[in-house]
């Protein structure tokens, strides 16, 4: 199993970045993807979350409107469109996935991407 984040760097505020997370060695198509982030001194934070198939997506009231996440999962892939960035969206940012069966609970995580926002 590989969850591998790309995309982050640094930017000025009120830039955009897009993040990406290629995912192998799981259905990709049965999992919930999430991205979080952790921040210097803070606690991970759940920042958007989609659906399996797409169909649902929800944020966090600090990025709504900023941020969108959407996925392909013809590519296996879960993107992070970021605009409008603020110091405050400075942090790693991780890509999960998560299955929730009866039996088990299957949960992925990436290595994280840095994304900095800084003048």
């Known amino acids: 199993v590989q969850v591998v984040e790309s995309g982050g760097g640094l930017v000025q505020p009120g830039g955009s970045l897009r993040l990406s997370c290629a995912a192998s060695g799981f259905t990709f198509s049965s999992y919930d993807m999430h991205w979080y982030r952790q921040g210097p001194g803070k606690e991970r934070e759940l920042v958007a979350h989609?659906?399996?198939?797409?169909?649902?997506?929800n944020y966090a009231d600090s990025v709504k409107g900023r941020f969108t996440i959407s996925r392909d999962n013809a590519k296996n892939t879960v993107y992070l469109q970021m605009n409008s960035l603020k110091p405050g969206d400075t942090a790693m940012y991780y890509c999960?996935?998560?299955?929730?069966?009866?039996?088990?609970?299957?949960?992925?995580w990436g290595q994280g991407t840095q994304v900095t926002v800084s003048s």
């Open positions: 989609i659906t399996s198939a797409g169909g649902r997506t």
């Open positions: 999960n996935a998560l299955l929730i069966t009866w039996a088990k609970k299957y949960d992925y």
